[in-house]
């Protein structure tokens, strides 16, 4: 850790590896004496218990020396049963440019953290370096009877039958091996808290061992992120069959009574029985289990009726380890004796939220506490990201922490209205926090007697500079007794734990932890004044929380007037809508720069449908291309997850239950997916089986910005095209409110080869409104889960060189009403409720940007505004003059207008009255929020229109755009006249 973090690349890869080495030895010595050790056939008796006893002491001596005695602390265990060191390692290697072994530690990390964006990320990377091979992506902890059981499923699936068998009986006798080594290694030591006697000391002890024993199980039959279930019996379901078709018989019987010692009265078994015995005349007695399969059924069933009567019967003092808490057993390394008092179920209070996202996870009783609750779900990661620069922009004190309260949010926006979007969010936040306890704990009396964001650098060690007495706590502060503490505590995490440190937890009255809870952005943690509570530090990562404090007696947070007062004067700047006659004006720039609309109205079959071309040049098509290429995230785009290697790598790699289901492997996870994709096809639309969709937001373009993989100027491209789009769109429909951006795609959609007819009568994307949901009898319904704050909806297209792909809106049952072919610079633009659907691509790549936009500017695309305030600091640091300039005109721009002023007030009012409604947008999840992927492509210089960055400046501050914007596109028109 010290090389890792003191940057010493060779150094910290060649330690992490030899700690990995050193944990394998260690572990395997402990379960090498303990099994050398245990005298199977000695009967159980204490005297036999010494004997062993001695001889564990000895042979832990002989191997390990002074480490025999030393305790290897839970928490270090952990870490290496989660890989977390080749998380490290792969870094350390990565730096070091060793991709080959980046690639192998990287995809060792992935197999059990297939959820890591991060990692997924780095993988695609190494994928693409010289001299990487799909070879390298092993997982390095493979255990040898998995490999042996995806054989086994290979081979059967094709039919070779004998290879089949022999490889589930290796597996069967590996995974024999592999258990047993996983149940021995659970007789580790017990901390036991209090003074049992001699008896219960024991008892207490054999039932942790009982209960690690029972996991292992799970922990063995999952691969990657699947459980098998029922693994070691599903081997002879597989065996019976393989053997029946080889002939061998002897051995199919065997199986099936194998088979039958877990699932006595399994019906299929029994009929196979019967038709042996029937119809082949085969007598009843061949049918006989093996004996290792007879005693490892035996074992269970004597651990299972064991820990049945644990629970059922056996009494536990109040700080020992309850078996049943499986629940909580995910996050909590000890989990103590639940009180049924405690049990209260409130998830009735909060259902009405579930809805809209937010969804409960753990409440009173799974947390061992009446006044805890768990919900995830409150904001999207973008939101996390907008929230986090509030504390960001605050110093740092000497323990590492930035605090941002309501008050200093104000400040921080009257010097930079860049903040205003994440103030807003600061406020919708508490306010929807506030109102979700007072439902769970049923509590309308609470208001905000404090909020903060805070954020602790994971910079440095932090920890190293607090003082040793203090237990941190969520508000940066330490945890102090004499303080009056708040009735309620809510915090929202802001940024995730990835590497698993900065965990929250809570402790019982004796001190013991009860439950812990993983950061991750936005989830919710909620607790009353006496739950005893913590969190661990982190180091890698900064960790940043919106933490707020309820109460039932005044003072209110004066920030909140603050704030109030301060969106109030920032939406009085812009209550004049948008006029009519500038809206005709920047039309007429529009076609003064050859904008030209070529279809609207009737002869689209709708008032609120256009088509316009003219919008950009075959030069900028070709760029934004070139970077949808270069960058595009394989695959769907949307929630779905590719492999990041080869079909056989997923194959083998990453689940054997999707593996089984082969030809759904790659549609998998797209409810309205295709089913019957064939794994070759290694990522699919979610729409078509013939095409490849590939997807890039504008999140992903900064990131790739960020690390240098792609130029400013392409982003700039992006945003500026987009922008331009925008404009027109808000222009031609006349709004007298002002658009913004929803989100924003570039999308690639690709045909694959395959059968043309069937192609053609596949639709690359089917038909469907862009903020509701089509049902059976024709209508469209607003389900909260669609984006209803949806308004407008505009593609531009980058592209005609592909055979297919016409955009066509429908009618109400859906058949095509109108089509319109993709070509560069058209722009087709819509009513976000309008029915439509794009055709199946037969050939080639049909790109282009979908665009969605709301006059809602609670849903402000975030990730856009922030693109744009980081190429304002790109540009200022390239070019201060010309930034001074811009800033001027940023200065004195006007005409914006909104209404926020009405959403505010409702706001205000709901927060005071304590209704859900409006505030409840910041709950979303942006089913678009997508994986990502790095590539080192070339990084190509674009001619960006700099004149241009008012636009995007304009977006940032909700300005409508002007006539002054677009005279200022005039530079642009002569290049486009050119081309
Ligand atoms: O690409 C197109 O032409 C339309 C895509 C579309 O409708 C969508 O993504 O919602
Ligand atoms: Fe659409």
């Given amino acids: 850790m010290d090389a890792y973090k003191n940057g010493k690349w060779d150094k910290c890869s060649s330690l992490f590896q030899k700690a990995i080495d050193d944990y394998h030895f260690y572990k395997r010595t402990l379960i090498d004496c303990r099994l050398k050790c245990k005298d199977k056939k000695a009967p159980p008796s204490f005297s036999n218990i010494l004997v062993e006893g001695n001889c564990l002491r000895k042979c832990k001596k002989k191997v390990l020396g002074f480490r025999a005695e030393l305790e290897v602390s839970f928490a270090v265990n952990k870490k290496f049963e989660e890989r977390a060191p080749y998380n490290y390692m792969s870094f350390c290697y990565f730096k070091d440019e060793q991709f080959k072994a980046a690639a192998s530690a990287a995809f060792t990390y992935y197999v059990t953290h297939p959820e890591d964006e991060r990692t997924l990320e780095s993988l695609q990377f190494y994928r693409l370096q010289k001299g990487v091979e799909e070879e390298d992506f092993v997982d390095k902890e493979k255990r040898s009877y998995q490999s042996h059981y995806i054989s086994g499923l290979t081979a059967y699936n094709d039919r070779e039958w004998v290879t089949a068998a022999d490889h589930f009986q290796q597996s069967l006798s590996d995974y024999f091996i592999e258990e047993e080594r996983c149940r021995v290694g659970c007789e580790n030591g017990f901390v036991h808290g209090v003074f049992p006697d001699f008896i219960n000391a024991i008892a207490d002890h054999y039932l942790t061992v009982l209960v690690c024993e029972q996991k292992c199980l799970k922990m063995l039959s999952t691969f990657g992120t699947d459980e098998v279930k029922d693994f070691v019996c599903e081997h002879f379901n597989y065996l019976q069959y393989a053997y029946y078709q080889a002939n061998n018989f002897e051995k199919a019987f065997e199986s099936i009574a194998n088979y039958l010692l ?212 969520e508000d940066g502060s330490c945890w102090n007794p004499n303080l009056q503490k708040p009735k309620y505590t809510v915090v929202a995490y802001l940024t995730d734990n990835t590497d698993g440190t900065g965990q929250f937890y809570f402790r019982g009255d004796n001190g013991q932890v009860q439950a812990k809870v993983d950061p991750i952005c936005g989830r919710l943690v909620g607790f009353g004044r006496d739950s005893r509570h913590g969190l661990n530090l982190s180091w890698r990562h900064d960790r940043c929380a919106l933490v707020v404090q309820l109460s039932s007696v005044l003072p209110e947070d004066p920030g909140i007037q603050e704030v109030k007062k301060l969106m109030a004067k920032l939406d009085e700047e812009r209550m004049k809508g948008l006029d009519e006659k500038d809206n005709a004006a920047v039309l007429n720039e529009f076609y003064k720069q050859g904008v030209k609309v070529s279809l609207h109205g009737e002869q689209l079959f709708g008032r609120e449908r256009f088509v316009a071309d003219g919008l950009s040049t075959p030069a900028e098509c070709d760029q934004l291309i070139s970077l949808a290429r270069r960058e595009g995230i394989s695959g769907d785009g949307y929630q779905g997850r590719p492999s990041p290697h080869s079909s056989s790598e997923l194959y083998s790699g990453l689940g054997v239950n999707r593996a089984l289901k082969l030809g759904k492997v790659a549609g998998d996870g797209y409810p309205d997916g295709p089913t019957d994709s064939p794994i070759k096809t290694k990522f699919v639309s979610p729409y078509s089986k013939y095409e490849v969709f590939e997807g890039l937001n504008i999140s992903r373009s900064l990131m790739l910005v960020d690390e240098n993989r792609i130029s400013a100027n392409i982003l700039h491209l992006f945003l500026d095209i987009s922008e331009h789009a925008r404009l027109l769109v808000e222009k031609f429909f006349n709004q007298t409110r002002r658009l913004y951006f929803d989100y924003t795609h570039l999308v690639c959609r690709t045909a694959l080869d395959g059968d043309t007819e069937d192609v053609e009568k596949t639709l690359s994307h089917p038909v469907h409104a862009d903020n509701c949901i089509i049902q059976d009898d024709g209508s469209c319904e607003k389900d909260p889960l669609a984006y209803v704050q949806r308004t407008y909806s505009a593609v531009m297209y980058l592209n005609d060189d592909f055979e297919g792909g016409q955009f066509f809106f429908a009618h109400k049952n859906k058949s095509e009403q109108v089509s319109i072919s993709p070509t560069c610079g058209r722009i087709v633009a819509f009513n976000a409720g309008e029915y439509h659907g794009v055709k199946g691509v037969t050939k080639g790549q049909r790109c282009a940007i979908a665009m969605w936009f709301t006059n809602d500017p609670n849903f402000v695309e975030v990730s856009r505004l922030h693109a744009i305030r980081r190429l304002r600091s790109i540009d200022s640091e390239n070019n201060n003059e010309k930034h001074d300039g811009l800033d001027d005109e940023f200065d004195t721009a006007t005409g914006s207008n909104d209404n926020i002023d009405n959403k505010q007030s409702k706001l205000e009012r709901e927060l005071n009255s304590g209704k859900t409604e409006s505030d409840l947008h910041i709950v979303r999840e942006d089913r678009h929020e997508q994986t990502m992927k790095a590539d080192s492509g070339s990084h190509s210089g674009v001619e960006v229109r700099r004149e241009s960055l008012m636009n995007l400046e304009g977006t940032i501050d909700y300005n409508a755009g002007r006539i002054e914007d677009l005279s200022e596109r005039n530079g642009d028109v002569e290049s486009r006249d050119e081309l």
Avoid at 369 to 380: E, Q
């Fill in 262 to 473: 877990f699932k006595p009265k399994d019906g299929l078994m029994l009929s196979n029985i019967k038709y042996y015995m029937e119809t082949l005349g085969y007598s009843a007695d061949l049918f006989t289990p093996s004996k290792i399969v007879r005693e490892y059924v035996d074992m269970w069933k004597a651990i299972d009726s064991q820990l049945d009567f644990i629970r059922e019967s056996y009494i536990l003092p109040n700080d020992v380890i309850s078996p049943d808490a499986e629940a909580v057993m995910k996050d909590s390394e000890e989990v103590y004796l639940e009180d049924s008092s405690l049990a209260v179920n409130r998830s009735a209070n909060v259902v009405v939220f579930e809805k809209l996202g937010l969804h409960l996870v753990n409440e009173g009783k799974q947390f061992k506490g009446n006044d805890r609750f768990m919900a995830d779900g409150l904001i999207r990661d973008d939101q996390c990201a907008a929230l986090a620069d509030l504390a960001r922009a605050m110093p740092e004190n000497e323990f590492g922490v930035r605090s941002a309260s309501l008050k200093d949010s104000v400040q921080i926006v009257s010097k930079s209205e860049d903040y205003e979007i994440s103030m807003r969010l600061f406020f919708r936040g508490l306010a929807l926090m506030r109102l979700y306890t007072s439902a769970y704990f049923d509590d309308s009396s609470l208001h905000v007697s404090h909020a903060s964001i805070v954020c602790r650098s994971g910079a440095v060690h932090s920890d190293l500079s607090l003082p040793e007495s203090c237990v941190p706590q």
